[in-house]
T-cell receptor, first 116, second 111 residues
Framework: GAGVSQSPSNKVTEKGKDVELRCDPISGHTALYWYRQRLGQGLEFLIYFQGNSAPDKSGLPSDRFSAERTGESVSTLTIQRTQQEDSAVYLC??????????????FGPGTRLTVL | GENVEQHPSTLSVQEGDSAVIKCTYSDSASNYFPWYKQELGKRPQLIIDIRSNVGEKKDQRIAVTLNKTAKHFSLHITETQPEDSAVYFCAATYGNNRLAFGKGNQVVVIP
């Protein structure tokens, strides 16, 4: 079946503008995660959604970052007043259950964000 | 939070030789340890994982070992091939199925 998809694949924006990134998880996956990957670096956890529970926002770096998820489907990550240090690849992942502590996460292709 | 250390950061091996990447973790409650392979410009792909109730798992040329007492786990790639060249990330669960990732290991297989 279809994997995790993300859009846009690339986004170039000017400093100070807002951006919205979209993630479509694998159908039936109740858990959804957002990560940030700076050039040559590892994956930095941002936020986690599990079913109808309150999201785990503990990884969001500042209040300029927010995310929403509609039910158990699409999620959007919004970055307000973008800064140059926000430039990175933003990766979304989904997993089937998310609450067992041992659940495979499947990644989307990422959105490469460049802030000029 | 969980801290996952991964080393070495870069590893070069001759084609046909073995490659070993080691990771350590800090949270003794971690119970799931996946390994992801990321080729340049592509998404991370799961290549193997291990759960805390076993000490070793093998899938063809790839194996993972887990030492819960010492809190470390290792990825072993045997008979390396040029297509094994990539960045490999280890990860460990903590909290409610959150994954903490290591910083990655660049493996270069020299033909």
């Amino acid at each position: 079946g279809a994997g995790v998809s993300q859009s846009p694949s690339n986004k170039v924006t000017e400093k100070g503008k807002d951006v919205e990134l979209r993630c479509d998880p694998i159908s039936g996956h109740t858990a959804l995660y957002w990560y940030r990957q700076r050039l040559g670096q590892g994956l930095e956890f941002l936020i986690y959604f599990q079913g109808n529970s309150a999201p785990d926002k503990s990884g969001l770096p500042s209040d300029r970052f927010s995310a929403e998820r509609t039910g158990e489907s699409v999620s959007t990550l919004t970055i307000q007043r973008t800064q140059q240090e926000d430039s990175a690849v933003y990766l979304c992942a989904s997993s089937l259950r998310g609450s067992s502590g041992a659940d495979t996460q499947y990644f989307g292709p990422g959105t490469r964000l460049t802030v000029l | 939070g969980e801290n996952v250390e991964q080393h070495p950061s870069t590893l070069s091996v001759q084609e046909g030789d073995s490659a070993v990447i080691k990771c350590t973790y800090s949270d003794s409650a971690s119970n799931y340890f996946p390994w992801y392979k990321q080729e340049l410009g592509k998404r991370p792909q799961l290549i193997i994982d291990i759960r805390s109730n076993v000490g070793e798992k093998k899938d063809q040329r790839i194996a993972v070992t887990l030492n819960k007492t010492a809190k470390h786990f290792s990825l072993h790639i045997t008979e390396t091939q040029p297509e094994d060249s990539a960045v490999y990330f280890c990860a460990a669960t903590y909290g409610n199925n959150r994954l903490a990732f290591g910083k990655g290991n660049q493996v270069v297989v020299i033909p």
